[in-house]
């Protein structure tokens, strides 16, 4: 166990839905970094928040959002869903920015139908 | 950016065997490279990484080696056993603010008792 918890484990959706997942850091924690997974792209990176601040961006579709609390937990935001949105999304933290290891979460499967 | 080519997709070994698996990268900044193993339906697990101030680093039955000249570098398994069977995934990490890491495709490592 990483520490690092995510919710839910499963959505199933329709498409043009929007849907949250959850993401606690490992306790102490400051940064998040959000992945997709999906079996023709791979394990791409989409975004990363640093105590409450976005700090850097990668593959992420405009209809795709996300945001970090108070409480350092994160949230990402997906909207008007499309078949190719269903993948495993993983959440992962480190401590800082400074620091290079990360620990994943056990992923959302998002299925989209 | 930086991209990661990952060599075999999938291989195949007998239980006692040794398992090595390739990783070259683009960007001669890139300083931090770790391995995950990913069991089916789960997290990637970090499993040990190295640092490109280092050349090997070995953690019982797996070693990591890097060559930055070459920009490469690979995991070795030596005396495998079935429950090494996973997907693994090497990653180079550039420090830009914060550090970001580009996956590999991942390698089918297939361990036969």
């Known amino acids: 166990d990483s520490g690092v918890t995510q919710t839910p484990k499963h959505l199933i959706t329709a498409t043009g839905q929007r849907v949250t997942l959850r993401c606690s850091p490992r306790?102490?924690?400051?940064?998040v970094y959000w992945y997709q997974q999906s079996l023709d792209q791979g394990l791409q990176f989409l975004i990363q928040y640093y105590n409450g601040e976005e700090r850097a961006k990668g593959n992420i579709l405009e209809r795709f959002s996300a945001q970090q609390f108070p409480d350092l937990h994160s949230e990402l935001n997906l909207s008007s869903l499309e078949l190719g949105d269903s993948a495993l999304y993983f959440c992962?933290?480190?401590?800082?920015?400074?620091?290079?290891?990360?620990?994943f979460g056990p992923g959302t499967r998002l299925t989209v139908t | 950016g930086e991209n990661v080519e990952q060599h075999p997709s999938t291989l195949s070994v007998q239980e006692g065997d040794s398992a090595v698996i390739k990783c070259t990268y683009s960007d001669s900044a890139s300083n931090y490279f770790p391995w995950y193993k990913q069991e089916l339906g789960k997290r990637p697990q970090l499993i040990i990484d190295i640092r490109s101030n280092v050349g090997e680093k070995k953690d019982q039955r797996i070693a990591v080696t890097l060559n930055k000249t070459a920009k490469h570098f690979s995991l070795h398994i030596t005396e495998t056993q079935p429950e090494d069977s996973a997907v693994y995934f090497c990653?180079?990490?550039?420090?830009?603010?914060?550090?970001?890491?580009?996956f590999g495709r991942g390698t089918s490592l297939i361990v036969h008792p």
């Open positions: 306790s102490g924690d400051l940064s």
């Open positions: 990653a180079a990490t550039l420090q830009r603010g914060s550090y970001i890491p580009t």
């Open positions: 992962a933290s480190s401590l800082d920015q400074t620091r290079d290891e990360q620990y």
